[in-house]
C-alpha cells in the first residue's frame, strides 16, 4: 500500500508528551495492577441529569435533526450573554460578541490562524495546557514563553518580559484557574494585563476552562470583569468542567467584537455548528439553577483537602491549589519530575504527570488530578507513605 506523507504543516505540529506515559499506565492495567490514574484531566462525575433530559427531548425534536444554522443558535448565544451578566455582572452582545465552539480547546486551536500571519510572535504561559503550542503550530507562527514560577504565585511577570519581544507579540494566552498550577487571578493582575495589551497591541485570550471551580470561599474572577478588558481580547469558556460535559464538545467564545467575527468566519469554513440538541441541553446548563455547579466545587474541594492533608501529615511541603481541579505539587528529594512519576508508577501504581510535560517551567513538579474519590485519593496518600523517601 502507499504511504501517503502527512503535510509538512502535520510534521510541525509538537509530540505528544503524555502519550508514551498513557501507554505505560495501559501495560500496568493489562497485568492487573491496580493503577490509581491521577494523570489525566477528564471529569469523573456524570452529567447532570437536567442537562441529559434536555439533550433526550430536543434530540427527538426533528427540527434539531437539519443542519444547525451557521455560527449556532441564537438562543445558545442569548444563554451565554445571560450566564456572563448573572454569574460576572458582565455585559455581554449575544449577536456580536459571543462565537459557539465545538468545546474550549477548537476555539483555542483556531484563534493563533484567526488573527496571526506566519512568523508573528504568541506569549504562551509555562507551564501551560499543551493544545497551545498546537495552535501556534497550525498558524506557523513563534512561541515566546511567559515563566509560571511559585515565587510570583504562578502569574506571569510583565516586567521581565523583553520590551522587544512585546512589541512583536500579537496574541497572548492566559489560564485562570491555571491548569496545571491550581493557581487563581486577581483583579490587580488583570488590570496589568488590560494595560499591557493596550500598549503593545495584543490580543488577550483568557482560557476560563476552570471558571466554575474556586475554593475556600472565593469564586475565581473573568477577566471580562476588569474595565478595559473587551477592548483588548476575549475569554474562552467551556462546560466541559463547569458541568461535567467533557464529552459533549460545548463551549463559546465572548469578548472583542473583532475576535469574536474572525473566529465565526474560520468556522463558516470549517463547520456548520453542533447539534442542535446539544446547543438546546448547553443553554439549559447555562440558565437552569447552577446548584449542581455549587456541589461539584464543594466535592473537589473536600478532595482537595483529604489530598493535600493526607500529603502534608507524611511531611511533603505541598501548596493546596485555589481553584482548577488539579494540584501541583513540588517534587521531593531534588529528583526530576518524570523521575519521580516513574517511582510512583512504578512503586505505588499510582499515575501523575509530570510536569515537564507542560513546559521546562514545570520541571520540579508533578500534577495531581482531583477526579478519583476520596476513598481512592486517602489510598494514594497511603501507597506514598510507603516510598522510602516518606517513610519517617
Ligand atoms: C486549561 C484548559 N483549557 C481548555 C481545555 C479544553 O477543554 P474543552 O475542549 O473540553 O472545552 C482544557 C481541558 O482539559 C484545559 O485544561
Known amino acids: 500500500m502507499k504511504q501517503f506523507p502527512p503535510s509538512n504543516l502535520l510534521n510541525s505540529l509538537p509530540k505528544q508528551f503524555f502519550a508514551s506515559l498513557v501507554k505505560k499506565v495501559d501495560q500496568y492495567l493489562e497485568q492487573g495492577y491496580d493503577v490509581i490514574n491521577l494523570g489525566q484531566g477528564n471529569p469523573d462525575q456524570p452529567t447532570p441529569g437536567h442537562i441529559v433530559a434536555k439533550l433526550q427531548e430536543a434530540a427527538a425534536n426533528p427540527v434539531n435533526h437539519k443542519y444547525s444554522p451557521f455560527q ?10 445571560e450566564f456572563y451578566l448573572r454569574e460576572y455582572g458582565v455585559t455581554i452582545d449575544p449577536k456580536k460578541e459571543v462565537a459557539i465552539l465545538f468545546g474550549g480547546k477548537a476555539g483555542l486551536v483556531e484563534i493563533p490562524q484567526c488573527l ?25 507562527a513563534e512561541m515566546a514563553i511567559m515563566p509560571l514560577r511559585e515565587k510570583n504565585h504562578f502569574l506571569p511577570d510583565y516586567q521581565e518580559m523583553s520590551p522587544e ?38 490580543c488577550v485570550v483568557h482560557d476560563f ?33 463547569s458541568y461535567n460535559m467533557a464529552g459533549w464538545r460545548v463551549g463559546f467564545a465572548v469578548g ?69 481541579f488539579f494540584a501541583w505539587l513540588k517534587v521531593p528529594n531534588g529528583l526530576t519530575s518524570e523521575e519521580f512519576a516513574n517511582i510512583l508508577l512504578e ?31 486517602r489510598e494514594a496518600v497511603r501507597r506514598i507513605s510507603c516510598l522510602e523517601i516518606f517513610e519517617k
Open 116 to 140: 496571526l500571519n506566519p512568523g508573528d510572535t504568541i506569549l504562551v504561559p509555562d507551564p501551560g495546557y499543551p493544545d497551545y503550542w498546537s495552535g501556534v503550530a497550525l498558524a506557523q
Open 256 to 324: 472583542n467584537e473583532s475576535v469574536i467575527s474572525a473566529i465565526e468566519l474560520l468556522q463558516d469554513h470549517l463547520y456548520v455548528s453542533l447539534f442542535g440538541a446539544v446547543q438546546e441541553a448547553a443553554a439549559e446548563a447555562l440558565t437552569a439553577s447552577q446548584e449542581c455547579v455549587k456541589e461539584l466545587n464543594q466535592l473537589y474541594e473536600r478532595r482537595r483537602n483529604v489530598l493535600i492533608d493526607g500529603l502534608r501529615s507524611l511531611g511533603w511541603d505541598v501548596t493546596a491549589p485555589k481553584g482548577s
Open 72 to 81: 449556532g443558535h441564537k438562543y445558545l448565544k442569548q444563554a451565554a450573554a
Open 347 to 377: 512503586q505505588v501504581h499510582i499515575m501523575v504527570a509530570p510536569g515537564i510535560g507542560f513546559g521546562q517551567y514545570g520541571e520540579g513538579f508533578v500534577r495531581v488530578g482531583l477526579l478519583s474519590s476520596e476513598e481512592r485519593l
Open 209 to 241: 476552562a476552570y471558571g466554575a471551580i474556586g475554593f475556600d470561599g472565593k469564586k475565581p474572577i473573568s477577566f471580562l470583569q476588569v474595565e478595559g478588558a473587551k477592548d483588548v481580547g476575549i475569554e474562552i469558556y467551556t462546560l466541559s468542567k
Open 165 to 202: 519581544i512585546l512589541s512583536k507579540a500579537k496574541l497572548m494566552f492566559l489560564n485562570y484557574p491555571n491548569n496545571p498550577t491550581g493557581a487563581t487571578a486577581t483583579t490587580e493582575f488583570f488590570e496589568d494585563t488590560v494595560k499591557l495589551a493596550s500598549k503593545n497591541d495584543i
